[in-house]
């Protein structure tokens, strides 16, 4: 879900980041969709040499991906593709997520995973000969007297363990082609089923074109040995169903060394994949969303259920989880250290606090959580709370009414059942209305004295939509906010010191104090982000191709 400030903030990261030739690039890419070369040229104003070398730093660090779409070029020439380039904003915002993806590997691997991931998330991308440069050139400004085949051992077991985890991946294809839509709808897909279709047609031309560039799922989590096999989460022998996702593994470093049959591996190029750290982050938000809202033993018996089954999950953004028995749930619940002290009938009793109902599967019964219903009660808690805020609790009481009943709703009634003055119901409502928190029509009721009626509800979609922005217009002014402290603080650095006002360092207490303070709510605020725009699926209508089209010369 693309907003406009969310357009501004990103271009804000990648101006921070790269630089404002980049950024001016990125953000012509994300307000005009995919562009060729010529295009990005004329409408930043830049010389082409300038958009290359943005658009190279950009794709480096799997900002934008670059695509063909198959045109008909005539009966001489035949087919002919243009190349476009298309800005990736989920990949753009998560690299101010990159301290928490850093944080999950410390905590499931070794400092040697967390060095080899900050590589790749400082780079973009790197192939296995520049980690093996960059672990030596590490190795040697710490004065470590490795030898040479050790240090590229330790690199080559790294990344087998963030491979079986899938916190790697092999990068996309650099320039995937895509046919046209008459092309692809042959008559054998038009006979599939309806709902097979509909899924096909509903998909966004990113998605196409991300879709079209992954790696096969064999290789993408896969690097080739001595024996010339692939060693993959999927062939690991040492993954085996008992053994949690993501816990440190030993390898014989011998088995990881490669031989000159397999060179070309050296070369592929490697990076950060990105949804599983945000389907880590998903999980330990609905545990903690479950644990504030029920009790500690729910919490638990979730994030149980969640582990044993977070490899069966086939996408991110699942709605619920993976089956699993009453047998298999409290086998799980047992290897932690506080799902111990709980009996089977607790384990039970807190699978009907999260809402499961069992289903018969075989001669077991079988539980499953509604991810997306925890995820929608967090959004709710999270809009709430703002409404609790900023206009009282008489409006944050009516906004609840409204808000659980999704219906259109009158005046009269809203205040008779919130227990709110008939006189300000309408004085908050409409307050609420102008600033886009709810939805009004007008009922007119015609008779021998026409009287009107207004009816008001809470239109989620528009809503979280709306809410989104205001985060991203939030988290635009904390960032600027912090740029001009940093300037500030270089100013008053520079300055003699017979002119300073006060000591250089009460100056740095001071502007470490308000650096805290602003870095902590834009950490809240990616919280908020992640809730509304990476946990669920965007309502928002797909990419129209023609217009892609349009912008070709």
């Not at 999260?354 to 018969?360: D, T």
């Not at 019964?365 to 991810?371: A, F, G, H, R, V």
Request: with cysteine.
């Amino acid at each position: 879900m693309v907003t406009e400030y969310g357009i501004k903030f990103t271009a804000n990261l990648i101006n921070n980041h790269f630089g404002n030739l980049v950024a001016k690039v990125c953000e012509n890419l994300l307000r005009r969709g995919p562009l060729t070369l010529q295009l990005i040229v004329r409408y930043t104003e830049l010389t082409p040499q300038q958009v290359k070398n943005s658009l190279l730093i950009l794709i480096q660090h799997n900002c934008v991906q670059a695509f063909s779409y198959e045109q008909d070029g005539g009966l001489e020439d035949g087919p002919k593709s243009n190349t476009h380039y298309m800005a990736l904003f989920n990949n753009i915002l998560h690299r101010m997520r990159f301290s928490k993806f850093l944080e999950i590997i410390s905590r499931e691997f070794d400092d040697k995973c967390k060095e080899l991931l900050e590589g790749l998330l400082q780079h973009g991308r790197l192939t296995l000969k520049q980690m093996v440069e960059r672990a030596k050139d590490m190795a040697e400004r710490a004065k470590s007297r490795k030898k040479e085949g050790i240090c590229e051992d330790l690199v080559q077991e790294s990344l087998v363990k963030l491979l079986t985890a899938r916190y790697v991946e092999r990068c996309p294809a650099s320039e995937p082609v895509l046919a046209a839509r008459d092309k692809e709808e042959t008559p054998a897909k038009k006979r599939g089923p309806k709902s097979a279709r509909t899924a096909e047609e509903s998909q966004t031309l990113e998605q196409r074109v991300l879709a079209a560039a992954a790696p096969m799922g064999a290789q993408r989590f896969s690097v080739i040995t001595n024996n010339e096999s692939s060693v993959s989460r999927e062939t690991s022998t040492d993954d085996s169903p008992g053994m949690r996702v993501g816990a440190k593994r030993k390898y014989d470093a011998l088995e990881l060394h490669i031989e000159p049959a397999a060179e070309e591996e050296e070369v592929v190029p490697w990076r950060a994949n990105f949804e599983e750290f945000i389907r880590c982050l998903r999980h330990k938000a609905c545990i903690e969303n479950v644990r504030e809202r029920l009790d500690d033993g729910a919490a638990t018996v979730l994030r149980a259920m969640l582990e044993a089954t977070r490899s069966l999950e086939n996408k991110v953004k699942t709605e619920k989880s993976v089956p699993l028995s009453l047998n298999n749930i409290f086998e799980e619940v047992m290897k932690s250290e506080e799902g111990r002290g709980m009996t089977l009938d607790r384990v039970r009793a807190s699978l009907v606090q999260l809402g499961c109902s069992p289903s018969a599967r075989g001669t077991d019964e079988s539980y499953k959580i509604d991810l997306k219903k925890i995820i929608e009660l967090a959004q709710n808690d999270e809009v709430e709370s703002i409404v609790l805020k900023r206009y009282g609790r008489d409006a944050y009481r009516m906004f609840r009414l409204l808000s659980k009943n999704g219906r259109l709703v009158e005046t009269d009634k809203i205040a008779n059942t919130t227990f709110v003055e008939k006189k300000d119901a309408p004085k908050i409502l409409y307050k609420l209305w102008k600033d886009e928190y709810l939805h009004m029509e007008k009922l007119v009721v015609a008779g021998a004295r026409q009287s009107q009626f207004l009816l008001w509800k809470v239109n989620k979609p528009c809503l979280w939509k709306h809410v989104l922005d205001e985060m991203f217009h939030a988290a635009l002014n904390l960032s600027q906010r912090v740029a001009y402290e940093r300037e500030k603080e270089k100013e008053f650095l520079n300055l003699p010191v017979d002119k300073q006002v006060m000591s250089q360092e009460e100056r740095l207490n001071r502007l470490k104090s308000v650096r805290i303070v602003l870095e902590s709510s834009l950490l809240k605020l990616g919280d908020a982000f992640m809730l509304f725009h990476d946990f669920e699926e965007s309502s928002l209508l797909k990419l129209d191709d023609a217009i892609m089209l349009s912008h070709d010369l």
